[in-house]
């Protein structure tokens, strides 16, 4: 079912049910709704879908780069995440702001705080693994992609906490614990 918060214009992101991907966030805009066609095979015949623009991810037609349109189930849909997340003195995450919007990067994060990085045109979803502090006070964060099992570096205006958008409401998940087990394989523990 869609969500009836979401309509023509409103941003978005997506996400997609591809292993590869499916822990990928892009942003996009709504550009209309598309309601099935109820035939004998169809489950819900009263089942709509997005048109949707990706802000980030493009196509070439005729040699011109366009803006990528897809047709996609609201399963794989959620609205902006909010933009302001704080920690309170008892380290537990509180939403304070909800700005309309895409989510913007940036923010003061610790290791285990599972994150979005903006990397490869869509927001990631990671743990930072170790913080560093360089020449002038600037924080860089190593950032562990679970499902590459890879690491990068990251600016902390390229990164933002997590959120999960569960029944219509955001939910921050809990802080994770790196482990490594015996054959090499990274293991997150939640705390």
Same mark, same amino acid.
């Given at each position: 079912m869609a969500n009836s918060t979401l309509t023509k214009g409103s941003i978005i992101e997506v996400t997609y049910k591809d292993p590869? #991907?499916?822990?990928?966030?892009?942003?996009?805009?709504?550009?209309n $709704? &598309?309601?099935?066609?109820?035939?004998?095979?169809?489950?819900?015949?009263?089942?709509?879908?997005?048109?949707i623009t990706y802000n980030? &991810? #493009?196509?070439?037609?005729d040699n011109i780069?366009?803006? &990528?349109?897809e +047709?996609?189930?609201?399963? #794989?849909v959620r609205p902006s995440p909010p933009r302001t997340i704080r920690r309170n003195e008892d380290d537990v995450f509180k939403v304070v702001e909800v700005v309309e919007g895409e989510? %913007?990067?940036? @923010? %003061?994060? %610790? +290791?285990?705080? !599972?994150?979005?990085?903006?990397?490869?045109? @869509?927001w990631w979803i990671g743990v930072v693994?170790?913080?560093?502090?360089? $020449? @002038?006070?600037?924080?860089?964060? !190593?950032?562990?992609?679970?499902?590459?099992? $890879? $690491?990068?570096?990251?600016?902390g205006?390229? &990164?933002? #906490?997590? +959120?999960?958008w569960v029944d219509c409401r955001w939910m921050i998940p809990p802080k994770k614990v790196y482990s490594v087990c015996d054959c090499g394989d990274c293991v997150w523990l939640y705390r």
């Amino acid at each position: 079912m869609a969500n009836s918060t979401l309509t023509k214009g409103s941003i978005i992101e997506v996400t997609y049910k591809d292993p590869i #991907f499916r822990n990928a966030w892009y942003v996009a805009t709504i550009i209309n $709704e &598309l309601k099935t066609t109820p035939t004998k095979n169809t489950k819900n015949p009263n089942k709509i879908h997005y048109i949707i623009t990706y802000n980030t &991810l #493009f196509s070439k037609q005729d040699n011109i780069l366009q803006p &990528l349109t897809e +047709v996609v189930d609201p399963l #794989f849909v959620r609205p902006s995440p909010p933009r302001t997340i704080r920690r309170n003195e008892d380290d537990v995450f509180k939403v304070v702001e909800v700005v309309e919007g895409e989510g %913007e990067g940036g @923010g %003061e994060f %610790e +290791v285990g705080d !599972v994150v979005d990085a903006y990397y490869r045109d @869509g927001w990631w979803i990671g743990v930072v693994k170790s913080v560093s502090v360089n $020449e @002038g006070d600037v924080k860089k964060y !190593v950032v562990l992609f679970g499902n590459f099992n $890879e $690491e990068f570096v990251f600016d902390g205006s390229k &990164l933002r #906490f997590h +959120v999960d958008w569960v029944d219509c409401r955001w939910m921050i998940p809990p802080k994770k614990v790196y482990s490594v087990c015996d054959c090499g394989d990274c293991v997150w523990l939640y705390r």
